[in-house]
């Protein structure tokens, strides 16, 4: 029987730290944080996420706008609004949910977010900046792992952590965040994706063990080594006519057999999906502070 990692808990407290931070900041007299979310058509994924950050924002205090556009829209019409909000000083944070429709190029709509309103840190200077160890923006749902590792007290230092997949979103950054020196880092992280061989024979050497391809129920019990904790990132949606929707989410861990073998495991849903969210509101407030401390400088 695994312990349960309840991101929904996790996640509600560090909401509390916020609101409360957020609130000292409006008795001083301040603006609170901005977030503006852009959505681009009407991926059923991507509307659920845009309209869960939009709910969070208020509900610590933030305020917090989505800018929606029709699959139609061109490239240039979503640059020029990324310009205008780059612009605005009553704006932070600003991120636009990926994916996009293929006739916009995703890389030059990153680039073209200010790195200081990139709360996703998907921008190459905050990539760059994460990869050198400096401080600043971590990509939400890589910073909300290690913030509910923090949470229950599991010690990543000298451990085998294993990656499953090598996205720019969160395979990429957890690995170097797991690496690299600092309270939840220092582990030694193997990196596999879809061209490892035998990737049984990495997952099953894994202290911590990270899911992140996008493939519903891919690890099973038997890639699992008795007693790791196993971080489930997935979040595919699949059909299930027993459901109201007519569909579940499904983590990329088969739950039932990796349950009882593990010693720790994320649920989905209720693992690591809050925990980006509060990765995600904590990256505002430290956009907006930034901002203050560069205009009274
Ligand atoms: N699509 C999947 N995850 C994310 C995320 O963290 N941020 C954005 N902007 N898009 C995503």
Same mark, same amino acid.
């Given at each position: ?11 509600? %407290? ?36 845009? /309209? ?63 790195? %200081? ?69 220092? %582990? ?11 990737? %049984? ?25 008795? /007693? ?70």
């Amino acid at each position: 029987m695994a312990q349960i990692l309840d991101g929904r808990e996790v996640s509600a %407290a560090i909401k509390e730290t916020l609101k409360r931070e957020v609130s000292a900041m409006v008795d001083a007299g301040m603006r609170p944080p901005h977030l503006v979310a852009i959505l681009v058509g009407n991926d059923g994924g991507s509307m659920t996420y845009v /309209g869960a950050k939009e709910k969070a924002c208020h509900e610590v205090g933030f305020l917090g706008s989505v800018i929606r556009y029709d699959d139609t829209v061109t490239e240039a019409e979503l640059l020029e609004k990324i310009d205008e909000i780059n612009n605005d000083s009553q704006i932070d944070g600003l991120i636009v949910q990926l994916p996009l429709p293929s006739h916009i190029d995703e890389n030059k709509v990153t680039l073209a977010i200010s790195p %200081a309103k990139d709360v996703d840190g998907f921008h190459d200077v905050n990539m760059g900046r994460l990869t050198k160890g400096a401080d600043g923006v971590k990509p939400a749902t890589p910073y909300g792992i290690t913030l509910i590792l923090k949470h229950y007290g599991i010690e990543t230092a000298g451990k085998n952590v294993v990656v499953v997949g090598r996205s720019n979103i969160v395979g990429r950054p957890m690995s170097i965040m797991l690496s690299g020196p600092g309270e939840t880092g220092n %582990a030694t992280v193997t990196v596999t994706h879809s061209r490892t061989v035998d990737l %049984a024979s990495y997952t099953r050497n894994a202290d911590i063990l990270v899911a992140a391809i996008g493939k519903p129920g891919f690890i099973t019990g038997d890639m699992v080594k008795p /007693g790791a904790v196993v971080i489930d990132v997935g979040t595919t949606r699949i059909t299930d006519p027993s459901k109201k929707a007519g569909w579940r989410l499904s983590g990329d861990v088969d739950f039932a057999s990796t349950e009882p073998v593990a010693g720790a495991i994320t649920p989905v849903p209720g693992g690591v999906g809050p925990m980006t969210i509060a990765g995600l509101l904590a990256n505002t407030l430290l956009a907006r502070k930034a901002g203050i401390a560069a205009r009274t400088a």
